[in-house]
């Protein structure tokens, strides 16, 4: 028995269509700002908890320990981060916000939380719950 392909259920193809909607959304409003997508996750970490180390970042946000390298270059290079000796570790670097890092916390967070706002609008309050809940589970899965 053949089985057709329907991509209006395929749930790859779907996530698809709604994570690059809500990337490149939010990516245009993060270059407002002089920084890109690839830049969140760590941003993300760092206003969560200082102090990490690289590879605490890469863990955390679930990127690759190359790509947190050259996000954190990145960021040192835009005054955002830097790296501070680990007084356990010769070998290991510490990471903190700035004062600058500090403060982008406040304008930029309300930016994705109006992009999931826009994209989730056709649903009802317990139907957003319920998909966040969901993707939540299948993330912690990841």
Known sequence: MEHKFDRQKSFGWLLNVVA??????FDTELKKQGLSLAL????MCLWEEEGVTQRDIALKSKVESSTTT???DKLVGLGL??????????RTFRIYL???GKALKTSLLPIPLAIN???????????QCEI???????VADI
């Not at 969140?40 to 941003?43: A, E, G, I, K, S």
């Not at 706002?117 to 139907?127: F, G, R």
């Not at 966040?132 to 299948?138: A, E, F, G, S, T």
């Open 70 to 72: 050259r996000t954190l």
């Open 81 to 90: 981060v830097e790296r501070r000796d680990d007084p356990n570790s010769r």
């Open 132 to 138: 966040v809940r969901l993707l939540q589970k299948v």
């Open 40 to 43: 969140w996750p760590t941003l």
């Open 117 to 127: 706002t826009a994209l989730l609008s056709s649903l009802d309050v317990e139907e």
């Open 20 to 25: 690059n909607k809500a990337s490149k959304d």
């Open 98 to 100: 700035t004062e600058a």
